[in-house]
C-alpha cells in the first residue's frame, strides 16, 4: 500500500520506540519522513533527521522551517515526542512538573503552530497526538505523567474542533504500556524487574506489552488520506485495557 505517495510527514520523537516505528511504516507506505528529536543514536531507518527539543520554541520553529524548506511542504504531523515521570502527587517538585508538561502538552502547540501555514496549504493534512490510555484509566504512581495524557486527549479534541473546516483532521491514539526503551529503563530501574514486567503485562487483559509496531499501524491509519472522514477520535491501541474487564 502506497497511500501516502507524494506527501511529507513529521514525526516528533521519532528515533526509538513508537515514533521509529511510525515513522518506518510511513515511510514504507510511500510518505517522505522527518524525523524530529534531540538524539539519534538509535535511529535506523532512511529518514531526514532534524535536531529538535519540543520544549523550545525556536527549535520547534527552526527544526519545521528546515523539513519545509528541504521538501517544499508538510503534510502530516505526528505530535509522538513524551517523556514520562513516575511518583504520586506530592512525588514531583514543581519544575518537574513544568518539564514534562511543556515537553507532553505544549511541545504538541509548539510543533502544530510552526507546522499550520503548511498543513492549511495540504490538500491532505492530517495531525496525529500519541496520548495514552492513562488518560482514561487510574493507575498508582503515574500522577504527573497521567495528568499530563489527559491533557494531550483534551487538546486533541479541541484541536479537532478548531481545524476541521479548515480541511485539517485531528486524531489521537492512546496506547497502553508498550515494549518501549522508556519502559525497558523503568523496569531496570525497578527492585526485581522480572515481577514489575509481569506487573506490567498482567494489567492489560490480552497478557502482553504493546509493540510499537502496533500503535505505528493506528497511527498510520488515522494520518492516512483513506481515512478522510475520520478526524476528532482517540484511537485505543491499549490490550483492552480501558474497555475490557475480565472478571
Known amino acids: 500500500m502506497k497511500d501516502f505517495d507524494g506527501l511529507v510527514a513529521v514525526v516528533t520523537g521519532g528515533a526509538s520506540g513508537i515514533g521509529a516505528a511510525t515513522a518506518a511504516q510511513l515511510r ?14 538509535v535511529l535506523d531507518i532512511a529518514a531526514m533527521e532534524v535536531p529538535c527539543d519540543v520544549a523550545d520554541t525556536e527549535s520547534a520553529r527552526t527544526a519545521i522551517g528546515t523539513v519545509a524548506n528541504a521538501c ?17 502527587v506530592s512525588a514531583n517538585a514543581d519544575e518537574e512538573w513544568h518539564r514534562v508538561l511543556s515537553v507532553n ?5 509548539r510543533i502544530t503552530r510552526a507546522a499550520l501555514p503548511f498543513l492549511l496549504q495540504s490538500s491532505h493534512a492530517a495531525i496525529v497526538n500519541t496520548c495514552s490510555v492513562l488518560a482514561n484509566v487510574g493507575v498508582p ?14 487538546l486533541t479534541l479541541a484541536m479537532a474542533a478548531d481545524f476541521v473546516r479548515q480541511g485539517i483532521r485531528v486524531n489521537g491514539v492512546t496506547p497502553g504500556t508498550a515494549d518501549t526503551p522508556w519502559v525497558r529503563r523503568l523496569l531496570d530501574q525497578a527492585p ?31 494520518a492516512s488520506p483513506l481515512s478522510g472522514s475520520t478526524t476528532g477520535t482517540m484511537l485505543a491501541v491499549d490490550g483492552g485495557m480501558d474497555g475490557v474487564r475480565l472478571a
Open 192 to 222: 526485581d524487574a522480572q515481577a514489575a514486567a509481569a506487573a506490567l503485562r498482567a494489567r492489560q487483559p490480552m497478557g502482553r506489552l504493546v509493540t510499537p509496531e502496533e500503535v505505528a499501524f493506528a497511527i498510520a491509519y488515522l
Open 105 to 109: 502538552v505544549i511541545g504538541i502547540a
Open 141 to 154: 504512581q503515574r500522577a504527573l505523567y497521567s495528568a499530563s495524557k489527559g491533557a494531550v486527549q483534551s
Open 72 to 88: 517544499g511542504s508538510i503534510d502530516i504531523v505526528i505530535n509522538n515526542a513524551g517523556i514520562g515521570a513516575s511518583g504520586d
Open 28 to 41: 514504507d507506505r510511500g510518505a517522505k519522513v522527518a524525523v524530529l528529536d534531540s538524539s539519534y543514536a
